[in-house]
């Protein structure tokens, strides 16, 4: 069983191709511009789906149940070399399942693709690494103490797993949400740029903030920190490329 | 500025006067009116040829408009003109008059004396058989009519040299092709060309609308190939020629507020297997995107060998928020009509006319279609053979209290969809024989159908190689779908109501039962790859081409059916009661072939599957499917290729069409609030583009809702 928040199915932001993207309940972070607040308590929640109705999002699921949502698109995946997205939420606190459910797609040749926060044990990576094609490590401020401070997470053991992951020859993309008065001044990106460099990180995709998730936070009866911040204008996500585009092969997504 | 641009500035000043074609058939009945029939049929259609100026705008390298239709406002006549052309009758849709896509390969092979010639050999075959002997002389006396067209262009631009503000060489151009044409059939690209349009623009002429241009790239063709392998012509200046071309067709739009049109097939599959894709194919797509204007309706013939470059450049003119070109499965359609009994190097010509139908091209005569309301048959179920929200009159299938399953709801609705396709094809019937053939015959249509110079005989009586067919554009496949699918989840499976309470629901609009409403519209719904309701799909299908088989039209050709509402949805939904799926009263019913709008929550993928389940190859008329993505998905190659697999996916499993809008909701939105801000915005409707400011408010909210994708 895997506490799954939502399904997603033709997704085409979270990877190669046409993908189904499964969203794991529960997050060890708390990133206040965060789009699914509802995938970060480690319960389930119930909130209004887009239509209106109560639903609950991070229920227990049976693997096989997943598996039979996904291979509905199978012949997506193939045509378009797309395929399964294992997001969240964070991914790996429900590493055993992940491993799971990872190694049955793996049997049946579809591709999967990991997206983490990196925030866990080494350990948890070590379980689900044999069946995962491609990973997406997001990446979101340049010290500990922001870390720590602005989403509690653990800089250190986040560095460090993503460069024991390019060392060990994992195919790692690194995701950088652009959250303006966190990481966008030049200087702050400069040493963004600099811990990348560092582990020897190769490709890197920026993830305009857009605040497409507000309802889901007026759904939740939260508030949410970013309501009245506008989304990023691709010009100025432009402006902030050039900076990791002198050390990355850089992408703008969105 | 662009040539386009140049051109479309021209049309900026409207022709003064009426716009009365009428006049000039008038003109010609008057010239005897106690002439047979036929006669004074050739004679109007000789008139109207031969009468009006010729016009030629100043940056045009192909001539052809409809500006000589307009008369000064109180010429002589004009009115009495009006009374004495009715009295003679003129043939509407109903009664196959346009929507036709014309034998223009024979005609740009033989040119108007080839044409000549046909009538000339049928008279000696004939000339025992009077009646066929005059009707050859009428249709002679048309084309040469037309001929006489011609030459006045030709005539024109010989003219114009001398008035301000014209090129020259264009005008030498025109005048040359022209003249060339009334006299031999057409040598280069750029006089094929204008020989069709000029054949189209007749058809104009005499009041025809949804004339398509058929298959373009493919009777074009080895005039681009012969031309550019002599090396007198250019990609550049070919397209340049198309532009101009289809540019014109903004005439009706410019001109009489109205929007053409114009159906342009383009790739395909040849009977041996191959691809028809061409360079021609790519400068058409090309052509149409530069023009952006409503009109010229691109339908692509899409295969499993069609490559994806062609798909990718479709996709790039859709991006740009035309709508067009439609994407068609053509094995799908190759094999839906291949059941009918056609010749097979016929079916594989075929080509679309006005939205979607299929049509084989100059094979048959003009289309007629209508639509069918499948949801109004569940009013009369609920409410023992009454309407609920109009008194209409259906049948009484008995005491819904009396059903005990849903297999036994199924066969009464049966019934009373049965009653339904009767009763359409009562309706159709007597319309299509109102006006009869026999009464009222088109000599000069008929030269541009095989095989009716030959057999001397009208287009409507025989003279065509096929018989007419007809199209029952079946509407609400999601409210029907989703209906059955709510009675079976609500009453059959859950029984948390009885059928009684869903009648009184039904027949209250909901008023009182807001806790059954909601039950219904937490059942499963179409579009969500959910077979439990996609099941109920397939069955309408299945059983509407059925009911619609068992008939004829009358000269003895199929029925077919259409996936297709054509915004009808929107107008029929007015007319009907609160349905079984939670719609209410007076809502628009699903559109074409798609699911309810804003049901189907689960992406496009899941979409697709649920609307490839329904057996396609039943369908010969064609289908609509509308789908909506955010304009970023085509701006972007990787993300197209994205767009490229889902269609050629949704294509393999079955699917017959799709039509995709590419312009964001927020633009949408913002248009209809200031629409000032965009009088160019063309979107895909139904089966046609259109300027979005022109449609009416509830249409533009319809187009709104649309569920977008991504």
Not at chain 1, 84 to 99: D, K, N, P, R
Request: with cysteine.
């Amino acid at each position: 069983m895997i506490n799954v928040s939502d399904i997603q199915r033709f997704s085409l932001g979270d990877g190669p191709g046409i993908r189904t993207t499964i969203f794991f309940q529960g997050c060890n972070l708390h990133c206040p511009w965060c789009h699914n607040p509802e995938a970060i308590p480690l319960r389930p929640q119930k909130m209004r789906d887009p239509r209106g109705r109560e639903r609950v999002y991070g229920a227990p699921t049976d693997i096989a149940n997943i598996l039979a949502v996904v291979e509905k698109d199978a012949a997506y995946y193939a045509e378009s070399g797309g395929g399964v997205t294992l997001s969240g939420g964070e991914v790996l606190l429900q590493a055993e399942g992940a491993a799971r459910l990872a190694a049955a797609l793996q049997a049946e040749g579809i591709h999967v693709l990991l997206d983490t926060a990196g925030d866990v044990p080494f350990a948890a990576f070590q379980k689900v690494l044999p069946f995962i094609d491609a990973i997406y490590y997001d990446w979101k401020a340049a010290n500990a103490e922001d870390y720590r401070r602005r989403i509690g997470g653990d800089f250190a053991r986040i560095l460090d797993n993503l460069g024991r992951l390019i060392e060990a020859g994992c195919a790692v993309r690194v995701r950088v949400p652009l959250i303006e008065g966190v990481n966008t001044a030049p200087d702050y990106a400069e040493q963004m740029c600099a811990c990348l460099r560092q582990v020897g990180a190769q490709e890197v995709d920026l993830l305009p903030f857009h605040r497409l998730g507000s309802a889901k936070y007026r759904a939740l009866g939260l508030a949410y920190a970013y309501a009245s911040v506008p989304s990023m204008t691709i010009q100025r996500a432009k402006e902030i490329a050039k900076i990791y585009q002198k050390y990355f092969k850089t992408k703008i997504e969105g | 500025m662009k040539t386009t641009e140049l051109l479309k500035a021209e049309m900026a000043q409207k022709p003064e006067g009426a716009y009365a074609p009428y006049y000039f058939k008038y003109l010609g009945y008057r010239q005897d009116y106690t002439a047979p029939k036929t006669e004074a049929r050739a004679n109007a259609v000789y008139a109207l040829f031969t009468k009006p100026r010729a016009y030629i705008y100043k940056n045009d390298w192909i001539a052809g408009s409809i500006r000589p239709l307009w008369v000064q406002a109180g010429a002589e006549g004009l009115v009495y003109a009006g009374r004495v052309v009715p009295g003679y009758g003129e043939r509407d849709f109903a009664q196959n008059v346009d929507h036709f896509s014309p034998d223009y390969r024979r005609l740009v092979r033989e040119g108007v004396p080839g044409l000549l010639r046909s009538i000339q050999k049928s008279m000696r075959k004939h000339a025992a058989r009077p009646e066929k002997v005059a009707y050859l002389r009428a249709m002679r006396r048309t084309v040469l009519g037309w001929k006489g067209m011609i030459r006045r262009y030709a005539k024109q631009a010989a003219a114009c040299g001398h008035a301000a503000g014209y090129d020259e060489e264009k005008l030498g151009f025109i005048q040359k092709n022209c003249e060339f044409l009334t006299e031999h059939s057409p040598q280069t690209f750029a006089q094929a060309l204008q020989l069709v349009w000029l054949c189209h623009q007749s058809f104009l002429y005499e009041g025809r609308a949804a004339m398509a241009l058929g298959r373009m790239d493919q009777y074009l063709y080895p005039f681009y190939r012969k031309d550019k392998d002599e090396g007198i012509l250019t990609d550049a200046f070919a397209r340049e020629l198309l532009e101009n071309t289809f540019l014109k067709i903004y005439e009706h739009r410019a001109y009489r507020d109205v929007d053409e049109t114009i159906n342009i097939c383009i790739g395909g599959t040849s009977p041996n297997g191959g691809c028809d894709v061409n360079e021609l194919s790519y400068l058409i797509l090309q052509a149409v995107r530069e023009c952006n204007v409503p009109g010229p309706n691109l339908s692509a013939r899409i295969a499993a060998n069609t490559p994806d470059r062609f798909l990718d450049e479709c996709l790039q003119v859709i991006g740009t928020g035309l709508g067009y070109p439609a994407l068609m499965n053509d094995e799908v359609n190759l094999r839906a009509l291949r059941g009918y009994g056609y010749a097979a190097e016929d079916v594989y010509d075929y080509s679309m006319v006005g939205c979607i139908e299929n049509f084989l091209s100059g094979r048959q005569p003009p289309w007629s279609d209508g639509r069918f309301d499948a949801p109004r048959f569940l009013e009369y179920m609920f409410n023992r053979g009454r309407g609920i929200r109009n008194k209409s009159v259906g049948i009484d299938t008995g005491d819904l209290s009396k059903i005990s399953s849903m297999d036994e709801f199924i066969q009464k609705f049966e019934r009373q969809l049965q009653f339904g396709v009767d009763e359409y094809v009562m309706f159709f019937n007597n319309q299509n024989t109102r006006l009869n053939a026999e009464e009222y015959e088109q000599p000069y249509l008929s030269c541009f159908c095989e095989d009716c110079i030959g057999r001397a005989q009208d287009i409507c009586r025989g003279g065509s190689k096929y018989p007419s067919v007809h199209g029952a554009a079946l509407m609400g496949i999601g409210t029907v779908s989703d209906s059955l699918a709510a009675i079976e989840q609500v009453v059959f499976t859950d029984r948390a109501a009885t059928l009684s309470d869903l009648a009184r629901a039904l027949k209250k609009n909901f008023a009182g039962y807001e806790w059954l409403r909601q039950k219904l519209l937490a059942a499963p719904k179409y579009g969500n790859d959910d077979w439990f309701v996609d099941k109920y799909a397939v069955w309408f299908v299945d059983t509407l081409a059925r009911l619609f088989s068992r008939y004829r039209t009358k000269d003895g050709g199929p029925i077919y059916i259409a996936m297709a509402a054509n915004i009808s949805n929107i107008y029929a939904g007015q007319t009907i009661a609160a349905t079984p799926d939670g719609r209410r009263s007076g809502e628009a019913l699903s559109d074409a072939a798609s699911p309810t709008y804003g049901c189907d929550v689960l992406g496009a993928t899941a979409t697709l599957n649920s609307v490839a389940r329904p057996d396609y190859t039943k369908v010969a008329c064609g289908t609509v499917l509308n789908q909506k993505f955010s304009p970023g998905v085509f701006a972007e190659e990787e993300k197209r290729k994205k767009l490229l697999a889902l269609i050629k996916v949704y294509f393999r499993k079955g699917g017959q069409e799709i039509q995709i809008n590419a312009t964001s909701r927020e633009v949408l939105k913002d248009a209809m609030d200031h629409p000032e801000k965009y009088p160019t915005l063309v979107v895909r409707v139904s089966g046609f583009s259109a300027l979005y400011v022109t449609l009416a408010r509830e249409i533009q909210e319809d187009i709104l809702r649309r569920t977008q994708q991504e």
